[in-house]
């Protein structure tokens, strides 16, 4: 693999092993202390390394060693997180315990002051960028959810899309992981330690990251991505008892069919 000399410099003689966890289209290489990610400049990969430099102090997310963008693509070193994904055995084993630990990272983001938050993530910003994703060709149809489209559901992207633009909610604005998913937190003794994908971290709605949150809780523990292994005691209230809300389905339905146009 191509690799910028800085960023060859900085891993040396490091080996690495290829990160196959995750939807991402990113290569992620992961070494003892390093993680090499390697994929197209966009400006939500640009949008990672600006908030990965924001947060440090004030979030466990990894520290930027480095970002060099050569031939079209983008090339972000930086440290390897502590702890395990939320997704690993260990907490899917223990839903309580993990959903403790997710609140607590919802918790951990919304505490951040957003005054000088570098990156927008609002409503216009991502309505704007789903139009985009239709007009490029860029929706992946094949991963969206069974009732999203088809008979029961939207008949394509662009009428999703005017829908969306229709319903708005009010936004309650706090910073938002905008990929709030189970493989992007890492947790150890009942914290968390790693958030990790910060492309489209930004101010946006508290209810993006439940949504996509309690999606990701519904897949893994509903065998979609962990074929043939079962884990019990999970129930769907657990996380909303964890962050003490009531669950507003009206939103979590809204940023579940938003995502499903990235």
């Given amino acids: 693999m191509f690799l910028p000399e800085k960023i060859k410099r ?6 690495f092993e ?6 991402s289209e990113a290569s992620v290489l992961v070494g003892k202390n390093k993680v090499l990610k390697v994929q ?6 640009e949008n990672e390394y600006r908030m990965m430099r ?7 997310v990894p520290l930027p ?3 060099e963008v050569a031939d079209g ?3 972000l070193l930086m440290s390897k997180c502590r702890g395990q994904m939320s997704c690993s055995h260990a907490y899917m084993e223990n839903p309580a315990v993990l959903c403790r630990l997710l609140a607590d990272g919802l918790k951990k983001l919304w505490s951040v002051d957003i005054a000088d938050c570098p990156s927008d993530q609002r409503l216009p910003h991502k309505l704007a960028m789903a139009e985009y994703n239709i ?21 394509n992207p662009f009428e999703l899309l005017q829908w969306l633009h229709t319903n708005k909610p009010d936004e309650e604005l706090v910073l938002s992981h905008g990929d709030y998913c189970l493989p992007n937190i890492f947790g150890t003794q009942g914290e968390v330690s790693g958030l990790i994908d910060l492309g489209k971290t930004g101010i946006a709605d508290k209810w993006c990251d439940i949504a996509i949150c309690y999606r990701s809780l519904s ?8 074929k043939n292994i079962t884990f019990t005691g999970y129930e769907e209230t657990l996380l909303f008892r964890e962050l003490g809300i009531e669950p507003d389905w009206e939103k979590i339905r809204y940023y579940i069919l938003l995502d499903e146009l990235f």
């Fill in 18 to 23: 290829t990160d196959t966890v995750g939807m």
């Fill in 40 to 45: 197209e400049y966009s400006e939500e990969a």
């Fill in 65 to 67: 060693y480095a970002h």
């Fill in 219 to 226: 897949h893994n523990y509903g065998g979609r991505y962990q």
């Fill in 73 to 75: 693509k983008s090339y």
């Fill in 54 to 60: 924001f947060l440090h102090g004030k979030l466990p």
């Fill in 10 to 15: 900085l891993i040396a003689d490091e080996r």
């Fill in 135 to 155: 007009a490029n060709g860029l929706v992946d149809l094949e991963n969206v959810e069974p009732d999203t489209f088809g008979e029961n559901g939207f008949q």
